[in-house]
């Protein structure tokens, strides 16, 4: 399995708190990226990085925002949590971008009240 | 709007059915990944198709990438509660010139004893 570790797995919070949700890899693989799940979305591209201190925007950014200092880590935040971004949220990481397998941590639940 | 739509969402089976998942888009897709989620965990994935018309088994599953590359199937024959899982596709495009995929709705398959 890869090593991919995402901190914490379960969170509860209220609306308006900021919140980080931290991945950390030990496979030393260029891109990271955030993802959401919500039933009957799949998973929705949050934003991505392309090594340290490269990062873009996904499909879903809005009221997201990450940080890359170190290769191994990818830190996601929630400026101000809304309902809305109650959701499961992965870490994905992969050697090369576009098509390349994508190995997905364990997940951290988020319930934002 | 969802740019991959899956169906069905939802298939209960008795063990040794055969069922077939399908994949559908618009878009045409340089290749198209299938994964499998178990509950708590990341998805992993099964297989990488590139070709068009291109078709890979996996023991009992079988992959097919259409001919124009906008959509795919998965075929299990002789289901086991093994294959109990999410399945999702994921097919690879190239947004803001980078190349990303774009994950379907996913199918959640039950298959009991």
């Known amino acids: 399995d890869a090593g991919i570790t995402q901190s914490p797995r379960h969170k509860v919070t209220e609306t308006g708190t900021p919140v980080t949700l931290r991945c950390h890899q030990t496979?030393?693989?260029?891109?990271m990226y955030w993802y959401r799940q919500d039933p009957g979305h799949g998973l929705r591209l949050i934003h991505y990085?392309?090594?340290?201190?490269?990062?873009d925007k996904g499909e879903v950014s809005d009221g997201y925002s990450v940080s890359r200092s170190k290769t191994e880590d990818f830190l996601l935040t929630l400026e101000s949590a809304t309902s809305s971004q109650t959701s499961v949220y992965f870490c994905?990481?992969?050697?090369?971008?576009?098509?390349?397998?994508?190995?997905f941590g364990p997940g951290t639940r988020l319930l934002v009240l | 709007t969802q740019l991959l739509e899956q169906s069905p969402q939802f298939l209960s089976i008795q063990e040794g059915e055969n069922l077939t998942v399908y994949c559908n888009s618009s878009?045409?897709?340089?290749?198209l990944q299938w994964y499998r989620q178990e509950p708590g965990e990341g998805p992993v994935l099964l297989v990488t198709?590139?070709?068009?018309?291109e078709v890979k088994k996996l023991k009992r599953l079988t992959f097919q990438f259409g001919d124009a590359r906008k959509d795919s199937s998965l075929h299990i024959t002789a289901a086991q509660p093994g294959d109990t899982g999410l399945y999702l596709c994921?097919?690879?495009?190239?947004?803001?010139?980078?190349?990303?995929?774009?994950f379907g709705t996913g199918t959640r398959l039950l298959v009991s004893p």
């Open positions: 994905a990481i992969s050697a090369q971008g576009g098509g390349e397998t994508q190995y």
């Open positions: 496979e030393n693989h260029r891109y």
């Open positions: 990085s392309y090594g340290v201190k490269d990062t």
């Open positions: 878009s045409v897709f340089s290749s």
């Open positions: 198709v590139v070709t068009g018309g």
């Open positions: 994921a097919g690879c495009l190239t947004y803001t010139g980078f190349q990303k995929l774009v």
